[in-house]
């Protein structure tokens, strides 16, 4: 297969059709399991719109070839382009050596990604409330929405108030205390978008570069669901102090996690732990029940029985891991700490509806001890980090 993905990757670098200038050539190519990631380097001289063809374009081919495959392609933008490496496994030695250095974002101390590799884990509600935990703690912070297609952060702080512009930058509203940007405030509520790479490349730029993000100590971006292309371009182009990975206790859940680490280390991001989200579930009417049985007056010996059986149920069932209990087996499996576990709470529909995050509800401290916890490890990371005033 390898082969066959290299024959049909290098006919489309090499198309005289192709709108490809410069130096270019295959760098790697990678088949594991049923994902195909090739990562290829071409002349600064091509814009990213001729890049971004020539992925669709060689994704197409592939996909054409092995249907079920999952196509990731890299393409690296560079001076000049080595003596060429052969086939090679794909990892950090390789990818990083000629990637275009990453830029700082202006105006942020500390970037910390909060991803999850796969869609439907809560991953835009670990970010809001990891980032207003950042605050709890005495931190000027600034929360991005990078999910282009399904921006959430809008419905979860309540308000879809667009950002101004001053001058050339975009000047992110506050909302509860923290400076939030999603695509979801620039574009209707209801609004479906359908972009190609090159419209999604705009866009991010836009909202890393073109932004006032002055004066705060740390950014959390909540990136978007997957490992896609885009996904990379964010990777390889702005220096980040480390990613948070977001995942509940399924093994479905866990197994993209296992995949996505391999996502952050040819770019030399480090994955710093697991955060589990929907890891227990406590039922609120549990005491009531509880009550409700040591009030009942009885001398039948089969309904004091039915009873006392009930009871210990109850008593011994506080917090029921509905979704199994594997995360600690693979955070010990993959060598990354379990950072924090967050219970599942029935009312997170209605506090979501409301825009009222965990953080600023008082009757959720529960749930407000694992995020301060998240908030704590992130801490300690930025007190070790290059960017660190202490």
């Not at 700082?104 to 990891?130: F, R």
């Not at 087996?329 to 979501?352: F, G, H, R, T, W």
Request: charged share 25%; net charge negative.
């Amino acid at each position: 297969m390898e082969d066959k993905v290299r024959h049909i990757t290098n006919a489309i670098l090499f198309d005289e059709d192709m709108p490809l200038q410069g130096d270019r050539e295959v760098r790697d190519i990678a088949v594991k399991d049923n994902t195909v990631t090739v990562t290829i380097a071409v002349s600064k001289v091509n814009d990213s719109a001729a890049r971004f063809n020539m992925e669709d374009t060689i994704r197409d081919a592939i996909h054409a070839e092995f249907s079920d495959a999952d196509v990731r392609i890299v393409s690296l933008a560079i001076d000049g382009v080595d003596e060429p490496r052969g086939n090679c496994e794909f990892s950090g030695s390789h990818a990083s050596k000629n990637m275009p250095e990453k830029k700082a974002i202006p105006g942020v101390k500390h970037v910390w990604l909060i991803s999850s590799c796969k869609g439907g884990v809560g991953k835009s509600t670990v970010a809001l409330n990891t980032a207003l935990a950042l605050k709890a703690h005495g931190r000027k912070v600034a929360l991005l929405d990078l999910d282009l297609y399904g921006p959430s952060i809008p419905a979860l702080v309540g308000t879809d108030l667009p950002p101004i512009v001053v001058g050339n930058l975009i000047v992110p509203p506050e909302i509860h205390g923290l400076s939030v940007l999603s695509i979801g405030f620039m574009i209707e509520k209801d609004q479906p978008l359908m972009w190609r790479g090159p419209m999604v490349a705009g866009v991010i730029n836009q909202l890393l570069w073109e932004v006032d993000w002055s004066g705060n100590d740390d950014l959390v971006i909540d990136m978007p669901p997957g490992t896609g292309d885009t996904y990379l371009s964010i990777l390889q182009s702005i220096e980040v102090d480390a990613a948070l990975l977001v995942t509940t206790p399924s093994e479905l859940a866990l197994a993209d996690v296992k995949r996505g680490v391999g996502v952050f280390e040819p770019y030399q991001v480090k994955v710093a732990g697991v955060i589990e989200n929907m890891a227990t579930y406590d039922w609120d009417g549990r005491e009531g029940v509880l009550s409700l049985l040591n009030s009942i007056q009885t001398t039948d010996e089969a309904s004091l029985k039915s009873i006392e059986r009930i009871r210990k149920i109850l008593e011994t069932t506080k917090s029921i891991r509905i979704f199994g209990n594997n995360t600690q087996a693979m955070c010990y499996e993959m060598k990354l700490p379990l950072v924090a576990s967050i219970p599942l709470d029935i009312a997170l529909q209605n506090d979501n509806d409301s825009g009222t995050p965990y953080m600023l509800n008082p009757k959720k401290k529960g749930i407000q001890e694992a995020f301060d916890k998240i908030a704590d490890f992130i801490l300690k990371l930025a007190d070790e980090s290059p960017n660190s005033e202490n």
